[in-house]
């Protein structure tokens, strides 16, 4: 059953003047694919066109959502709050000032169950939203699986990945401040793209600290925020403090994203016209990626269809979130009992291998503590190819969530993703980024276990974006030279040991 679709934002009329097409099990209104369920009719051409177009009646037109989603607001125990870095005491409001500008912070505390999203950020959210929910029934077939596997694919974004979800906002409430300049970290570069784009839309100055790995891997990431009017520097660098402290100690650092993340701090902490942006890890970034899974939960129910099992990679957690957190809503809520598994890098194990403690979102401890799955704030992860992933801690809500129990984690070597994507490639078409391939991977373990078991699960994957300019990790593994990075025990004790000790919450 060919189930390949947008569900588009505005319901096409089907008049004599529609431009209608078939492909195999698909049906096409002028340049849109809307799903349908064969029936076993015997009839002519025309008369297929006309029973599809009336199962189509049924369909809801998806939009882009109007309103963010805060699954803080559905928890009966809520997260315990960060904690300024010097005090030990909660953060207040005027203590992220320096760093955020005001409706950001407001966003970050928030109990409010639905927060607007203003008209300014819908306007550039329609240039990609709603972004496809696609059937991967070609990977069904070559995995011989009664699974049936979809993904919600975030990569048709500007600048191919789910980052501007939150880059746009982000940018726009800085702009709305009268903020001339912002700063930030990126490790693959989907979110220094997708930060750079936003603000050459609000004519914000960007400056980007990229981990120096990612840096070297990926060049053409870093040409595409210059493109569109970046700065950007390797880190560790020698412009801060913190870089010149690192580089001190290892002139080859390959940097992490917990460096690149004090750097970025340190500039924006010493401006006062500056502000810092963040890819992930915070509550309001995750906030606004939940436009994802609000997207989906629409499209699934479209097709009649409602997930078994829902995976997503996980670095700092904000694509996972995005697509998981409107899901647990609808499972708190008795209406739905997914199984939530989020995919990490086995180099880079936080939620399966971290402690779950206060600590550090930043390598320096210049950023508030807060309660996560943490490495250990000073842990530098191997320079593995999903240079999203190496982060050390996990998002702090996500990890509240996993201690709940309202999801699962798994950790995944590269190689193992590389031939899953490899796979994904040459069945479905897309190559995907190195981050997603870790879902793929996870994906493609559960589609065989139904394989086995003969249960026709329905399997919803986060395919957060596209790996076009990931393509030297591809040569790496088609080349027999990837390997495998395996997690230092030794070297995790001594990162730990260096966590912060905190009695007081």
């Not at 010149?244 to 902490?269: F, H, N, T």
């Not at 509240?400 to 796979?423: D, K, N, T």
Request: glycine letters at 8%; a neutral charge.
């Amino acid at each position: 059953m060919a189930i390949q679709a947008t569900i588009i934002a505005d319901p096409v009329p089907i008049s004599s003047s529609s431009r209608i097409s078939i492909r195999g099990g698909e049906q096409c209104f002028g340049s849109f694919v809307l799903k349908t369920r064969p029936r076993h009719l015997r009839l002519s051409n025309g008369g297929r066109v006309r029973a599809r177009a009336s199962l189509n009646a049924d369909l809801k037109a998806v939009g882009i959502p109007h309103q963010w989603y805060n699954l803080v607001a559905d928890l009966s125990v809520k997260p315990p709050p960060p904690l300024h870095p010097k005090t030990f005491e909660p953060v207040k409001p005027e203590d992220l000032s320096p760093l955020f500008p005001d409706e950001l912070i407001k966003q970050e505390a928030s109990t409010e169950k639905f927060i607007d999203i203003p008209e300014e950020v819908l306007d550039i959210y329609s240039l990609w939203r709603p972004t496809p929910l696609i059937r991967a029934k070609r990977l069904e077939k070559l995995l011989n699986t009664p699974a049936r596997i979809y993904y919600k694919y975030e990569g048709v974004s500007p600048a191919g990945s789910h980052k501007p979800n939150t880059a746009v906002p982000q940018a726009f409430y800085n702009a709305q401040q009268g903020i001339k300049n912002v700063v930030t970290e990126t490790g693959a570069g989907q979110w220094g793209c997708s930060l750079a784009f936003a603000c050459s839309l609000f004519g914000l100055d960007c400056e980007v600290w990229q981990v120096r790995a990612s840096y070297d891997q990926k060049p053409y990431r870093r040409l595409m925020m210059e493109t569109w009017g970046a700065k950007v520097h390797p880190s560790p660098s020698s412009i801060t403090e913190t870089g010149r402290k690192i580089l001190q100690m290892d002139p080859s650092s390959p940097g992490s994203l917990g460096i690149a993340i004090s750097e970025a701090v340190e500039v924006a902490a010493a401006n006062a016209d500056t502000k810092y942006c963040l890819g992930s890890v915070l509550n309001h970034v995750l906030l606004h990626q939940t436009v994802i899974g609000e997207e989906c939960i629409k499209q699934m129910e479209a097709i009649g269809e409602t997930p078994d099992v829902i995976i997503g990679c996980t670095g700092g957690g904000s694509n996972f979130a995005g697509l998981s957190f409107p899901f647990i809503r609808e499972k708190l809520n008795g209406k739905i009992n997914p199984v939530i598994k989020a995919v990490e890098p086995a180099a880079c194990p936080s939620l399966t291998k971290g402690v779950y403690a206060y600590d550090y979102g930043d390598t320096a401890g210049m950023t508030p503590l807060m309660k996560m799955h943490t490495l250990g704030h000073d842990f530098i992860p191997d320079p593995i190819h999903s240079g999203g992933l190496r982060y050390h801690g996990m998002a702090p809500l996500i990890s509240h969530v996993y201690e709940l129990g309202f999801m699962e984690a798994m950790a995944i070597p590269q190689i193992e993703c590389f031939q899953g994507a490899i796979q994904f490639a040459r069945s479905e078409g897309l190559i995907p980024a190195p981050e997603p391939t870790h879902a793929i991977a996870a994906t493609i373990r559960e589609a065989l276990h139904c394989k086995e078991t003969g249960e026709a699960k329905v399997i919803l994957m986060a395919m957060c974006g596209h790996g076009h300019f990931d393509l030297k990790s591809y040569e790496k593994f088609l080349q027999g030279e990837m390997v495998d990075l395996s997690f230092d025990e030794e070297r995790i004790r001594a990162s730990l040991a260096k966590v912060p000790q905190v009695t007081r919450i």
